[in-house]
């Protein structure tokens, strides 16, 4: 089994920034993809940024309103996905969710089978 436990959310005001982190724990070599997610009150979940962590990894999908802003990482070491968030709207506020998987479609949640419990940005204007 994979667990996966975000943490680095927070309150910020516009413009500001933030760092989500990802640990995993387990098995983690069932996946080879993963994936930052956000849902906010009343809409559907959101494909944010994902990263291949397979073998020659390092591919990055990131969903176009994010581009330029968002970043997201992964360090094999500590078996740890990082999501740099800068320049935050009011529009980015979500629950933050971490999720491990595939890579066939990096930003679809169906692709997904670990998820995290989810960390909440609020972003205020």
């Known amino acids: 089994q994979l667990q996966l436990v975000e943490s680095g959310g927070g309150s910020v005001q516009a413009g500001g920034s933030l760092r989500l982190s990802c640990a995993a724990t387990g098995y983690t070599y069932a996946s080879n993809c993963m994936a930052w997610f956000r849902q906010a009150p009343g809409k559907q979940r959101e494909g944010v940024a994902a990263i291949y962590t397979g073998t020659g990894g390092g591919n990055t999908y990131y969903v176009d309103s994010v581009k330029g802003r968002f970043t997201i990482s992964h360090d094999k070491a500590k078996k740890t996905v990082y999501l740099e968030m800068k320049y935050l709207k009011p529009e980015d506020t979500a629950m933050y969710y971490c999720?491990?998987?595939?890579?066939?479609?990096?930003?679809?949640?169906?692709?997904?089978?670990?998820w995290g419990q989810g960390t909440q940005v609020t972003v205020s204007s």
């Open positions: 999720a491990a998987g595939g890579c066939s479609r990096p930003l679809s949640q169906y692709d997904y089978n670990y």
